[in-house]
C-alpha cells in the first residue's frame, strides 16, 4: 500500500473515530428491535446514524429531510445476526475517487461497522440525485435508469459494482442484498447515451407521476426481498377490466377531479383537487349531460404518447363533494351513484372519443332535469349551492 493510500486509510479511521465519540446526539429512527435508540451526530459535512440490532433484525434509515442522503437504509432480515450488533450509516466519513469514467450521482455512504460478516443476506437502499423527480440525475441529461451501484473494496482499493435487485423510481433509491458492509456509491457512466426518450413509458404506467418498480414472487411475500421476477406494483399491470364489476380497483396514485358548480354560469374544471375557484376549464357537451376535453393537452404523459386510446380510463364520484337537490350518494357494488329518493341509480362514467378526446359522463343532464335517456328526474335543478366532483384516473395500457 503507498502512502497516499495509507493516508486516505487512516483519514476515515479518524473521522469515524471523532463521530463515534461525538457528545451531541439526537434520536433518529428505525424499526425492529433494540435496547438503544438511533442517534445522529451532525458537524457542517457528516451525519452519523446508528441503531443496536439483535437476532430478530431491525431497520436503520435515514430520515433527516436536510441530508443529501436521506432514504439510505439498512435492512436486517431476522437471523442475520447472531448477537447485538450497533449497526451505522454515515456520510461525509470517506471521500474515495469516483470510479474511473463515472460521476457521482449521490453521497458516498458509509455502512457499519466494517468488518462485519452476516448469517444471511440484508438488505441496502442508497439513494440517488433526482430532487425534480423528472426522470433525469440532477446537473446531468443521463436518465436514472442508468444509475450504478458500487461498493469500495478495500481489500484491492478498488470499486466494484453491486446488482441492483429495485429501482424504486418514486423516491429515487436503488436496492442491493450483501453479506458485508462498507462504502456504497451511485454513479452514472459519463460516457453513456445521453439521449433519453422522454415518450417511453412502461406497460401499466400512472398518468401522472412516476411509477414505482419492486422485485416479486407472486408466490411469496410482497415485501420480501429475495424475491426474483422484477414487476410493477401498485396498479400498474392490474386487470382493469373488472373495475366495472367490482369495487376492488383501488386508485393507483392521486387521481384528477372534475367539478361542476356554479360560477356566475354552470363551470366545469378540471384540478388535483375538487374546487370552484380554479382549474383548467372544460367543455360541456349539448344536452348538459357530460363534459370533454383533451387529455394530451392537460396531461404530459398522455401528450407524449399523443392517443388517449392509448390509456385506460375510469372514473367515479367522490360523495363528500357531490351536492345536489333532493339526492343523495349511495354506494353499490362497482362504484358510487347519485340516487333519488326511489333508489334510482345513475352512474358517472368515462370513455375515449377519439385520440385527442376524452367524454366524462355526470349520469344525469342538469340542464333541464332530464337524465341522457331523456326520462324527467324530479327536481333535479341544479343550483348556486349544488356540484358535481368526479375523481378520474387512467393507466398506460
Not at 105 to 110: K, M, P, T, V, W
Not at 113 to 122: N, Q, S
Not at 127 to 150: A, H, M, Q, R, W
Request: include cysteine; glycine fraction near 8%; charge should be negative.
Amino acid at each position: 500500500m503507498n502512502t497516499a493510500d495509507m493516508l486516505k486509510r487512516l483519514q476515515k479511521i479518524v473521522l469515524v473515530f471523532i463521530i463515534i465519540s461525538g457528545n451531541f446526539f439526537q434520536n433518529g429512527c428505525g424499526g425492529g428491535s433494540s435496547d438503544k435508540s438511533n442517534t445522529e451526530t451532525v458537524s457542517s459535512q457528516e451525519m452519523y446514524f446508528e441503531k443496536t440490532i439483535d437476532e430478530t433484525g431491525g431497520v436503520l434509515e435515514i430520515t433527516d429531510l436536510e441530508s443529501q442522503a436521506f432514504g439510505a437504509k439498512i435492512i436486517v432480515l431476522p437471523g442475520a445476526l447472531t448477537e447485538k450488533k450497533i449497526i451505522s450509516l454515515s456520510t461525509g466519513v470517506t471521500s474515495f475517487d469516483t470510479p474511473a469514467n463515472y460521476i457521482p450521482a449521490g453521497e458516498q455512504i458509509n455502512l457499519g461497522p466494517d468488518g462485519i460478516l452476516f448469517e444471511k443476506a440484508i438488505f441496502i437502499s442508497i439513494p440517488y440525485s433526482d430532487i425534480d423527480n423528472d426522470g433525469v440525475i440532477d446537473g446531468t441529461t443521463i436518465p436514472e435508469d442508468n444509475v450504478v451501484l458500487f461498493y469500495f473494496n478495500e481489500q484491492i482499493w478498488e470499486w466494484e459494482k453491486v446488482e441492483i435487485v429495485n429501482r424504486n423510481y418514486a423516491d429515487n433509491i436503488v436496492e442491493a442484498g450483501t453479506d458485508h458492509f462498507s462504502t456504497y456509491l451511485v454513479a452514472i457512466d459519463e460516457e453513456v447515451d445521453n439521449d433519453y426518450d422522454t415518450t417511453a413509458l412502461r406497460a401499466g404506467e400512472y398518468f401522472v407521476g412516476t411509477p414505482e418498480l419492486r422485485i416479486i414472487d407472486p408466490e411469496e411475500d410482497i415485501n420480501a426481498f429475495d424475491n426474483t421476477e422484477l414487476v410493477p406494483v401498485g396498479c400498474i399491470g392490474q386487470d382493469f377490466s373488472l373495475c366495472s364489476t367490482t369495487r376492488s380497483c383501488v386508485k393507483c396514485g392521486t387521481p384528477y377531479v372534475l367539478t361542476v358548480s356554479i360560477r356566475g354560469k354552470l363551470t366545469a374544471v378540471i384540478d388535483r383537487y375538487a374546487t370552484k375557484n380554479a382549474g383548467i376549464p372544460v367543455t360541456f357537451d349539448e344536452g348538459g349531460a357530460s363534459v370533454t376535453f383533451d387529455p394530451t393537452e392537460i396531461f404530459e404523459k398522455v401528450g407524449k404518447t399523443g392517443d388517449a386510446n392509448s390509456w385506460t380510463w375510469r372514473c367515479d364520484f367522490i360523495p363528500e363533494h357531490t351536492h345536489l337537490q333532493n339526492y343523495k350518494v349511495c354506494t353499490t357494488n362497482t362504484t358510487d351513484a347519485i340516487c333519488t329518493e326511489n333508489d334510482e341509480q345513475f352512474f358517472s362514467s368515462i370513455e375515449v372519443i377519439d385520440a385527442n378526446t376524452v367524454r366524462i359522463n355526470f349520469g344525469i343532464d342538469i340542464s333541464d332535469s332530464t337524465n341522457i335517456n331523456g326520462e324527467a328526474l324530479p327536481n333535479i335543478n341544479f343550483g348556486s349551492g349544488d356540484m358535481i366532483a368526479i375523481e378520474f384516473e387512467a393507466n398506460y395500457l
